[in-house]
């Protein structure tokens, strides 16, 4: 099949999924031509049967903002007639939905067009006033639509009266091969030179991360034991971070690697992994840790549970609660037994359920579906 894939190239879950599915269709003998504004990050190197096209954004003196959905829609438009192309799958709703709709209008026989839904696409942007009705119209014009966890179905089913029978459960995934436990002794002394453990946290540093909480449970298991935070990754809050880690006093125990696009050769050193996000769609850096058979300390939120199984590869507390967490953290890093335990469960979650080869098939069978 000739597939279209609309996503965000920037960092972040949505457009590392739709990179990695992109790839993955390929490597499966489909070809798939991607849409957007810029070469997706995960995008790197040569894959047979994958095109990139580039949306074009010119700016005119009449216009205060470039007109992005615009341009996709024409874009998606050229593709379309030019490619021949089967189906349109777009990541992220907004305002991709709405650019991919507007481009099978302007053709005589559209392409079937796909829809999955990644999280603040539905929780954030989607609700404000000024999107929730072309959100909605938006998906509702979707022959096919998936949200990448059963919360965020539910939270589309409730907030923009999608029927429910409409949204399928399609889950991120990973790969296996790629993100898996290595021996990384050389690398983790870069980190912790006096062999401390190194907790690792990876975002995109945006207020919904909490990572001010990240700083504060690092403060508190550094109390019970010798140890060093990594944290990768840039956006907003990372000042905030830094400011935070100068007023616990642990400045000097804290690494800020920035924007990093190798994050399978990081993670593997880590002992565990924070996410304290109040709000998780899915938690697709969670599930990159376990891969790599890093245990999981994070706040029980939104799809994260359905990742991360609490005493099992992981554990989960409430939003906000850094004394538990500090608690759980200490209580994985002080025993060996344990933590070997949990590393081999999650890194058997990951290969079972959420590895490449047993979530693709689900994408071509909708394919098949509706083609």
């Known amino acids: 099949m000739k597939i279209g894939i609309t996503c965000y190239p920037t960092y972040g879950g949505s457009g590392a999924v739709a990179t990695e599915l992109g790839i993955g269709l390929a490597a499966r003998g489909h070809e798939v031509h991607f849409i957007s504004y810029a070469q997706p990050f995960r995008l790197s190197g040569f894959h047979e049967r994958v095109y990139f096209h580039e949306v074009e954004l010119e700016r005119y003196p ?3 903002t470039s007109h992005y959905t615009l341009a996709l829609a024409a874009a998606i ?27 099978g209008e302007m053709l005589e026989t559209a392409p079937p067009l796909v829809t999955t839904l990644h999280g603040t696409d539905v929780t954030l942007v989607g609700l404000h006033p000024s999107f929730r009705a072309i959100t909605r119209f938006s998906i509702l014009r979707s022959q096919g639509i998936t949200a990448v966890s059963r919360f965020l179905k539910e939270v589309t089913v409730r907030d923009f009266e999608v029927p429910e029978e409409q949204v399928r459960v399609i889950p991120n ?9 290595r021996d990384n002794a050389a690398r983790k002394r870069v980190f912790a030179p006096a062999g401390e453990k190194i907790l690792m946290h990876v975002s995109n540093f945006r207020p919904v991360k909490r990572v001010r909480d990240v700083i504060d449970v690092f403060a508190g298991v550094r109390r019970e034991m010798p140890c060093r935070l990594v944290m990768v990754g840039d956006g907003p809050d990372r000042p905030r971070a830094a400011q935070r880690a100068m007023e616990r006093g642990v400045e000097r125990d804290v690494v800020f690697l920035g924007k990093h696009a190798s994050v399978e050769e990081l993670l593997p050193c880590a002992d565990l992994f924070l996410l304290t996000s109040e709000s998780e769609s899915f938690g697709l850096a969670a599930l990159e840790a376990i891969a790599c058979g890093v245990p999981v300390v994070g706040y029980r939120a939104g799809g994260l549970p359905e990742v991360i199984t609490h005493g099992e590869n992981g554990l989960l507390v409430p939003v ?52």
């Open 62 to 64: 009449l216009f205060e």
């Open 77 to 103: 438009h050229d593709t379309a007639l030019r490619q021949g192309l089967d189906i349109v799958h777009v990541h992220y709703a907004i305002p991709h939905a709405t650019s991919a709709w507007i481009a």
């Open 173 to 181: 995934f990973v790969d296996t091969e790629l993100f898996r436990p």
């Open 320 to 371: 906000g609660d850094v004394e538990e967490a500090v608690t759980a953290a200490a209580c994985l890093l002080g025993g060996a037994e344990l933590w070997h335990r949990f590393s081999e469960a999650g890194r058997h979650a990951a290969v079972e359920r959420f590895a490449v080869a047993r979530v693709l098939p689900r994408y071509e069978a909708l394919y098949r579906a509706l083609a």
